[in-house]
C-alpha cells in the first residue's frame, strides 16, 4: 500500500478466511450511492444502503479491509476514542446519553450481523476488563456509578477478583463491561463485504477515486480507468483521503500502532484467566486477549512516523514481561502495525459536509462500534432522510495541526509514559503501606490481648497518635521521595517498640537525687 503498511506479517491474514478477488472498476458506472473506501465504515454504509433498496457502488484503492479494518485488536466496545467524562463536560449529560445508546447499538449491530449471517472465522468471545493500575475499589465503583448514569451496562470487579483472574500483582480494581466481546476483525470485514454483495453492493478493489468534482446534483468521481457519477458521494477514506481531499485530510491525525501474536505460550490460560479482552490503560497500550487457544495477542506503542518494527518488538514484549513476568520468555510470530485516524475531539466526524457529500471518518481507536454505528446512521440519512446523524454536530471539523500535530501527539505520548508510571508506583507504595499497617495493627492487638487492661487501653492510645503522625507522613512520602535525606525517619514501628518494651521509663526515677544548681552554700 501507498503507506508501506503490510498485512503480510498478520496474524489475521494468516488466519483468514477464504475469498473472491475483486476486479477493478473499468467501465463508466451510473448510481445512487458512491462509497470510497472498503473499510468497516464504507462496507457498512453501502450494505444498509443496499437493504434500503438504493443501487450503491464501492470503490475501494486496495483491497477490502486491507488498512485499520483489518489490522485493530478486535475488540467491540461501547463508548467513543473520548472518555465519557470529557463528553458530558462538553456537550451535557441529555446529550451524552445519546451518542451512548448510539454507541451501543454499533456494539449491537457488529453482535447481530455475526449471528445472522453466520459469517465463518469471526470467533466473538464476550467480555471488556478494563483494568485500573491505580485505583482502589472504591474509585473504580465510582467510576461504574457516573457511567451508569450514561448508559454503560459496566459492573466493578473488586483487586481480589482481578488479581485472581489476572496473575498480575500490580493490578488493582477493574470496570467489567459483560457486553463488549472480542472479534477476528479481518473476517468480520470479508463477510461483512460479502453479505453487501449479497445485497446489492458492488465493491471494485484496485480502483482508487483520483477525483471528486461535488458540483452538480450528479457529482462525478474519476478513477483510473473510468469515471462514477453519483448524486450522494460517501468519503469513508480515514486517514488515507489525502491529496483527494486535502482539507478534509488535514482534519485528521494519523497515529501508527503496534499488535504482535506470539507463539504458543503454554501457560498462558493459567496466568490470564479471563478470556474476553483486557485493557489496562487509559492510552493506546497494553490491549491484550488470548488467540487461538494459547497465543496472547498484544497491542500497544504509539508513533506517528515510521519506526523499526525490531525495536518495537522489543517493547512490546518488554511490557508483557513487566506485566505478567510468570510467563517466562515469549516468541514473537507475528507482529504487525495499522493506522488509525483521530479527530482533535476524538470523535467521528459523521454528517453530510455539502449537499450530497457525506463524510464516515475519525473513529480513532474505537472504530469497530462506532464505523458500524455511522453505517446506519448515513444509510438512514441518505435515504430515509432520518436526521439523528446531526447529535454528533458539535463534533465539526477541526484541523488536526498538520506536522506539528503529529510531532505533539507523539510527545503527549512519551511525555505522559513517566507520569504514568510515577501513578502506579505511587499506587502501589501505598498499597505496601496499608499491608505493613494491618500487620502492625494486627501484632500490637496480639500483644496488647497479653498485657493488663489499664497499660493495654494506655498503649492503644499512644499507637493511634503514631499510626496517625505515620499515616500523614506516609501521604507526602512520594512527593518528596527524590530530594528526601538519605536518612530513614523513625516510624509507628520503631515509636511502638520503643514504647512497648520500655514501659517503666515513664514512671519517676527512684534512688539518686540529682544535686540542685546554684543555691545556698553550705560550708
Ligand atoms: C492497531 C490498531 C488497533 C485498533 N484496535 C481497535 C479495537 O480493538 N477496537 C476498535 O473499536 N477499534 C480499533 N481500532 C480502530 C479501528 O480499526 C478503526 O477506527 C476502523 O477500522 C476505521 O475504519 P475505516 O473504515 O474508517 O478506515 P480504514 O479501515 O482505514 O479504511 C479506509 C479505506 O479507504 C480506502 N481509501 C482511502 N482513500 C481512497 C481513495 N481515494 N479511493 C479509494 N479508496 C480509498 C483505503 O484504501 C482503506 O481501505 C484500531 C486501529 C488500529 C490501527
Redo the contacts with the bound molecule.
Keep these: 500500500?501507498s503507506d508501506g503498511e503490510s498485512t503480510v506479517d498478520s496474524w489475521y491474514e494468516a488466519t483468514r478466511v477464504a475469498t473472491r478477488e475483486r476486479g477493478r472498476l473499468s467501465f463508466e458506472l451510473d448510481i445512487d450511492v458512491c462509497v470510497?473506501?472498503?473499510?468497516?465504515?464504507?462496507l457498512t454504509v453501502a450494505r444498509e444502503i443496499a437493504k434500503r433498496g438504493w443501487s450503491v457502488a464501492v470503490?475501494?484503492?486496495?483491497h477490502v479491509?486491507?488498512?485499520?479494518?483489518g489490522?485493530?485488536?478486535?475488540?467491540?466496545?461501547p463508548g467513543f476514542h473520548e472518555d465519557e467524562d470529557t463528553i458530558v463536560e462538553r456537550i451535557g449529560l441529555d446529550h451524552a446519553k445519546h451518542l451512548y445508546a448510539l454507541s451501543k447499538d454499533g456494539v449491537d449491530y457488529v453482535r447481530r450481523t455475526i449471528a445472522e449471517t453466520g459469517m465463518p472465522g469471526v470467533d466473538p468471545v464476550p467480555g471488556w476488563l478494563h483494568v485500573s493500575k491505580t485505583d482502589g475499589d472504591d474509585t473504580v465503583r465510582g467510576r461504574v456509578e457516573r457511567l451508569r448514569w450514561i448508559g454503560a451496562e459496566v459492573e466493578a470487579w473488586p483487586v481480589a477478583r482481578v488479581r485472581e483472574t489476572l496473575n498480575n500483582p500490580r493490578y488493582f480494581a477493574a470496570l467489567h463491561y459483560p457486553n463488549a466481546f472480542h472479534i477476528h476483525?479481518l473476517n468480520y470485514a470479508l463477510g461483512l463485504a460479502a453479505d453487501a454483495e449479497a445485497a446489492g453492493v458492488r465493491i471494485f478493489e484496485d480502483?482508487?477515486?483520483l477525483s471528486i468534482d461535488p458540483t452538480g446534483v450528479r457529482k462525478r468521481i474519476d478513477t483510473p480507468s473510468a469515471r462514477v457519477r453519483a448524486p450522494r458521494v460517501v468519503l469513508?477514506?480515514?486517514?488515507?483521503?489525502?491529496s483527494?481531499m486535502p482539507q478534509l485530510a488535514a482534519t485528521l491525525l494519523p497515529i501508527?500502532?503496534?499488535?504482535l501474536v506470539t507463539e504458543p505460550i503454554p501457560m498462558l490460560n493459567e496466568v490470564i484467566r479471563y478470556k474476553g479482552a483486557v485493557s489496562d490503560t487509559e492510552r493506546a497500550d497494553n490491549?491484550y486477549r488470548i488467540v487461538g487457544g494459547n497465543r496472547l495477542q498484544w497491542?500497544g506503542r504509539v508513533r506517528l512516523w515510521d519506526a523499526e518494527p525490531r525495536s518495537i518488538a522489543r517493547s512490546l514484549i518488554g511490557d508483557i514481561k513487566r506485566n505478567f513476568p510468570a510467563l517466562g520468555d515469549v516468541a514473537v510470530a507475528h507482529l504487525w502495525?495499522?493506522?488509525?485516524?483521530r479527530a482533535v475531539h476524538r470523535m467521528p466526524q459523521i454528517g453530510q459536509i455539502e449537499p450530497g457529500l457525506w463524510v464516515?471518518?475519525g473513529?480513532?481507536?474505537?472504530?469497530?462500534?462506532?464505523?458500524a454505528m455511522a453505517g446506519e446512521l448515513i444509510a438512514r440519512g441518505i435515504v430515509e432522510n432520518d436526521e439523528t446523524w446531526r447529535l454528533f454536530a458539535p463534533y465539526e471539523l477541526v484541523w488536526a495541526g498538520g506536522k506539528l500535530g503529529r510531532v505533539l501527539a507523539q510527545g503527549l505520548y512519551w511525555g505522559s509514559r513517566p507520569f504514568v508510571r510515577a501513578e502506579e508506583e505511587i499506587a502501589r507504595y501505598r498499597e505496601r503501606a496499608r499491608q505493613r499497617k494491618a500487620a502492625r495493627m494486627k501484632a500490637r492487638a496480639e500483644q496488647r490481648a497479653k498485657l493488663p487492661a489499664k497499660q493495654a487501653a494506655a498503649l492503644s492510645a499512644i499507637a493511634e497518635v503514631a499510626e496517625a503522625e505515620q499515616e500523614a507522613f506516609s501521604a507526602t512520602a512520594p512527593a518528596r521521595a527524590e530530594g528526601a535525606p538519605s536518612v530513614a525517619p523513625v516510624t509507628a514501628d520503631d515509636r511502638a517498640a520503643h514504647l512497648e518494651t520500655k514501659p517503666k521509663e515513664f514512671g519517676r526515677r527512684k534512688g539518686k537525687r540529682r544535686k540542685p544548681k546554684g543555691g545556698p552554700k553550705t560550708n
Excluded: Q
Excluded at 36 to 42: C, H, N, R
Design positions: 500500500m470510497i473506501g472498503a473499510g468497516l465504515a464504507g470503490l475501494e484503492a486496495g479491509a486491507w488498512a485499520a479494518s489490522r485493530n485488536s478486535g475488540f467491540v466496545l476483525p480502483t482508487p477515486a469513508a477514506a480515514n486517514v488515507h483521503l489525502g483527494l501508527t500502532t503496534y499488535v490491549h497491542g502495525r495499522g493506522t488509525l485516524g464516515a471518518s473513529f480513532g481507536g474505537h472504530g469497530l462500534n462506532t464505523t
